[in-house]
């Protein structure tokens, strides 16, 4: 396998012209069909990335991707017609690929790598981010993957820019191209950076210029003016989106009408209906304790884009029970 990418410069392409393609990412705990299904009402994105499934000692079965990711039963689209790609987690090839194969018999469009996560527990498994180590073994997995599923169903991959430095990045990228990955998405940062800021779009950049594989850029885009610079420095014309959209649920929809020239319409913006909307959907999947908690986890990640959410973030946190957050989530969005 070549040690480095060896492939003709590619011109970048930064124009206002270009079509952009803007991603949700999948998020471990947080980014279930719920959330998704969310964010895909309000809209703004191309396609979102399921939570991963994680593949350890058995092939999970086609009942599995139908369950968790439930959108698999109606041609792999949210209910707003919004792609959803399957996500696989794990380092046993033969296990991925099988696994991969049942994914497609449950109405998966689209499957997608996590090479990224940086969680010790799954690191600790031998999945995630601990596997830049090893290019070999990521080449071995897209390939099997790869060879076991029809042609007409893209094979993806994300990435981080290494385990602990970016010393095996190029040959990361070259395994996974040579295996024949069609696209990409690099989180600017390596599993010892964690979510520091920040993101070193620079080096998606010169990946950007030297791999014939579609490059999606993640990290550290929250805004229009985030995502012009981050397309400015990298060439790409994909991006991907994770804890953005989470602080800002409308975000995708913002980028869309900046992209378009258009002044944001603050019509249908009302975070007291998404509440609303996602304590319902939320009381339909889980019991009262799970669906608290989700309420305030998504509460944590709102409160860096709406004061009235910072400014009472304590009383929600001390919810006791779903009514309890409401009746506090609705004196806290009358007084914003």
């Not at 601990?130 to 080449?139: A, D, K, Y």
């Not at 996974?176 to 069609?182: K, P, Q, V």
């Not at 946190?317 to 029970?321: E, I, L």
């Given at each position: 396998m070549n040690n480095s990418l060896e492939k003709a410069k590619k011109l970048h392409n930064t124009t206002t012209q270009s079509p952009i393609s803007l991603a949700v990412a999948p998020m471990e705990g947080?980014?279930?069909?719920?959330?998704?299904?969310?964010?895909?009402?309000?809209?703004?994105?191309?396609?979102?990335?399921s939570e991963f499934v994680r593949v350890t000692h058995y092939p999970i079965p086609v009942t599995s991707f139908k369950k968790h990711i439930p959108e698999n039963n109606h041609s792999a689209k949210t209910l707003y017609n919004h792609p959803v790609h399957t996500q696989l987690l794990g380092s046993q090839p033969e296990l991925m690929a099988e696994s991969a194969y049942n994914a497609y018999l449950?109405?998966?469009?689209?499957?997608?790598?996590?090479?990224?996560?940086?969680?010790?527990?799954?690191?600790?498994?031998?999945?995630?981010?601990?596997?830049?180590?090893?290019?070999?073994?990521?080449?071995r997995i897209m390939h099997a993957i790869r060879q076991k599923l029809p042609q007409e169903i893209p094979v993806t991959a994300?990435?981080?820019l290494g385990f602990e430095d970016e010393e095996k990045l190029f040959d990361n990228?070259?395994?996974?191209?040579?295996?024949?990955?069609?696209a990409l998405t690099i989180h600017g940062r390596t599993k010892k950076d964690g979510y520091k800021p920040p993101a070193r779009w620079e080096k998606i950049g010169q990946i950007n210029d030297q791999t014939n594989m579609s490059i999606i850029a993640n990290g550290d885009i929250t805004n229009l003016a985030s995502l012009q610079k981050c397309q400015s420095i990298t060439g790409c014309t994909n991006f991907?989106?994770?804890?953005?959209?989470?602080?800002?649920?409308?975000?995708?929809?913002?980028l869309r009408e900046g992209l378009e020239g258009k002044p944001k319409n603050q019509q249908?913006?009302?975070l007291g209906t998404l509440f609303n909307e996602y304590t319902d959907s939320l009381?339909?999947?889980?019991d009262d304790v799970a669906t608290l908690g989700r309420l305030k986890q998504w509460c944590a990640h709102l409160r860096h884009e709406f004061n009235s959410i910072q400014n009472h973030l304590q009383a929600l946190?001390?919810?006791?029970?779903v009514s309890e957050f409401t009746e506090k989530l609705a004196v806290c969005l009358k007084e914003a």
């Open positions: 947080v980014m279930d069909h719920t959330m998704r299904a969310l964010l895909s009402k309000i809209g703004g994105m191309d396609y979102l990335v449950a109405g998966a469009q689209h499957i997608d790598v996590n090479f990224g996560c940086p969680a010790k527990r799954v690191n600790g498994h031998g999945g995630g981010s601990v596997l830049l180590q090893e290019p070999e073994i990521l080449f994300k990435i981080r990228v070259a395994a996974i191209e040579s295996a024949g990955t069609s991907m989106i994770g804890r953005g959209s989470l602080s800002n649920p409308f975000l995708f929809q913002e249908n913006r009302s009381q339909l999947e889980y946190r001390q919810s006791k029970s």
